[in-house]
């Protein structure tokens, strides 16, 4: 997994760059909304053609997964709160408390048979490969979690 922190800046009220994810470029966009107080984003192809617009930048929340347009990055977008008190973050926090964060799409979790044989759909030898990359045998898994 690869994780990528956006480069924004602080207290500017609407920004543009451009930004490499997985090897392509694209646009993004982030405005504040004044009326009601909160960060949005929007992501856009670099011949600017928009994918998402005007989605609300929700704490720890996974931003863009949700939409399906075969353009889109395959990862995830992020709004994180990296220092801070817990609270909802406002026009002050954007690179400061807060941050947007692109994580890449990960093949942890994968299923296949310890000898490698693609047409065992379903074996007792099934491993379970967790986040720290360490394979552990589906019998095992229930006494590692």
Known sequence: MTIQKIPLFPQTSDQTLTVELDGNPYGV?????????????SLYTVAGDPLVEGIKMVTNYDLTSRFKDERMPYG?????REKGPY?????DDLAVTHAL????????????????????AVTSELMIMPTNHVPIPLDDYEHAV
């Open 87 to 91: 609270k909802r973050p406002g026009y």
């Open 29 to 41: 966009r982030v405005t504040w909304n004044e009326r009601f107080g909160y960060w949005s984003l």
């Open 101 to 120: 964060y692109y994580y890449s799409p990960d093949s942890v979790v994968t299923a296949q048979s310890a000898y490698g044989q693609s047409n065992d």
């Open 76 to 80: 995830a977008l992020y709004f994180v």
